[in-house]
């Protein structure tokens, strides 16, 4: 546990393992407790992990003005260099892969493997939170209710399936009620989501690149994970069929498993 001091502002970071270098970027409203010990733990021997929260969200200090994707790559950038990485392998996740879009884009030599995982790629034919989906969230959110907060992310984050199982439910309440993250933060965010555009400059990532998506995420659409895809030169796409959009939550052991095979060039 470690704080990083990043242009006016405190990064919380924790670092685990030996190894490889891989960076992992949370997305809207995820702290480092997002991951889960099933996902770090399956990631297993011979990986050196950073999970961080980012800028006004988790253990990390306040946001100062409008959050933008471009700039929390620039976090990204600078928390490599905080912990001494010259180069690493990153994996994003939702919003955290359209950082790390922008990360592989404007500093492509930093970026040595790359794994996008439930993203979006903004511009023509991406598609966003459907609406009905996006006015329960908020409707929740804006109720002043956390426990009803709560039950509506979780049911749109994660696969019917999954959300129906005993017990998962008291883990995910465990998870987001240990490190809060407060609705303005995660408005602020939603605001930078809505402005991500990168789907004509993805031909320019030159880093081998694992795309994965769940064909039941409700959040961002499979569609998206797709198009990613086929924008990015030799792009390997998995889709986990039946999954939500947390699907290293959902299936951490699977998730694990790709991400190892891919950054270790298995």
């Known amino acids: 546990m470690a704080d990083a001091a990043i242009d006016g502002a405190t990064l919380y970071y924790e670092r685990r393992g030996d190894g490889e270098p891989l960076l992992l970027i949370q997305g ?32 990390s200090g306040p946001q100062a003005g409008a959050v933008t994707i471009a700039g929390l790559a620039d976090d990204a950038a600078a928390l490599l260099d905080a912990v001494g990485w010259e180069s690493a392998h990153v994996l994003g996740v939702s919003m955290g892969g359209m950082v790390a879009q922008e990360l592989a884009l404007a500093r492509r030599e930093r970026v040595r493997r790359l794994v996008l995982a439930c993203t979006y790629p903004g511009g023509a034919g991406a598609q966003l939170t459907d609406p009905a989906v996006m006015q329960e969230l908020a409707g929740a959110m804006l109720s002043g209710n956390r426990e009803r907060a709560l039950r509506a992310s979780y049911a749109a984050n994660l696969s019917a399936p999954y959300a129906a199982e005993p017990g998962n439910w008291e883990t995910f309440h465990a998870m987001a009620t240990a490190l809060p993250v407060a609705i303005p933060a995660i408005m602020a965010q939603a605001q930078a989501v809505m402005g991500h555009d990168a789907n004509d400059r993805l031909g320019s990532i030159t ?3 694992l795309v994965i998506h769940g064909t039941a995420d409700r959040m961002l659409p499979m569609h998206n994970g797709e198009l990613i895809a086929e924008r990015i030169p030799n792009a390997r796409l998995e889709l986990f069929e039946g999954v939500g959009h947390m699907l290293w939550w959902e299936q951490p052991e699977r998730t694990a498993a790709l991400v190892r095979s891919h950054v270790l060039d298995q």
């Open 28 to 59: 809207m409203s995820g702290t480092h407790l997002s991951w889960g010990e099933p996902f770090l733990g399956a990631l297993g021997d011979g990986l050196d992990l950073v999970t961080y929260d980012h800028r006004g969200i988790g253990n």
């Open 207 to 209: 880093a081998p690149t």
